[in-house]
Nanobody, 125 residues
C-alpha cells in the first residue's frame, strides 16, 4: 500500500511557474512507475507526465511538452513536477499517481494505481 500526498499548488498568473511535489509513504516508490494527472472542471482526468522507476525515461502529454518537467528522488521517496510558462488551460486539480511495475524503464501507469488527494492549480489570464 502506497500513500501519496501532493503539495505546491496555488494561484499563478499566465506565464508563471509552479512546482508540485508528491511525498510517498508506506512503500518504497523505487518499485513504482510514478506520474501526474490532472482534471479540469467538467472534464475527464488526463495524463500529464510519467517517469520510470529509475528516472531514466519520461513521458509527457503533448500539451505540456517543453513546459513541464517531471523528476523523482527515490532516496527521499518523492517526486516533483516543475511547471513553467503556465497557461490558463493548465488550470486543474493535479494528482500524483503510482503503479507497480516489474520493468524498470516502463513509463506506463496502469493496473492498480495509487492516487494522491489532489492539489489545485489555478492559472489566471
Amino acid at each position: 500500500q502506497v500513500q501519496l500526498v501532493e503539495s505546491g499548488g496555488g494561484l499563478v498568473q499566465a506565464g508563471g511557474s509552479l512546482r508540485l511535489s508528491c511525498a510517498a509513504s508506506g512503500r518504497a516508490i523505487s518499485d513504482y512507475v510514478t506520474g501526474w494527472f490532472r482534471q479540469a472542471p467538467g472534464k475527464e482526468r488526463e495524463f500529464v507526465a510519467s517517469i520510470s522507476r529509475s528516472g531514466g525515461r519520461t513521458s509527457y502529454a503533448d500539451s505540456v511538452k517543453g513546459r513541464f518537467t517531471i523528476s523523482r528522488d527515490n532516496a527521499k521517496n518523492t517526486m516533483s513536477l516543475q511547471m513553467n510558462t503556465l497557461k490558463p488551460e493548465d488550470t486543474a486539480v493535479y494528482y500524483c499517481a503510482a503503479a507497480f511495475s516489474p520493468v524498470s524503464e516502463s513509463v506506463g501507469i496502469y493496473g492498480h494505481v495509487y492516487w494522491g488527494q489532489g492539489t489545485q492549480v489555478t492559472v489566471s489570464s
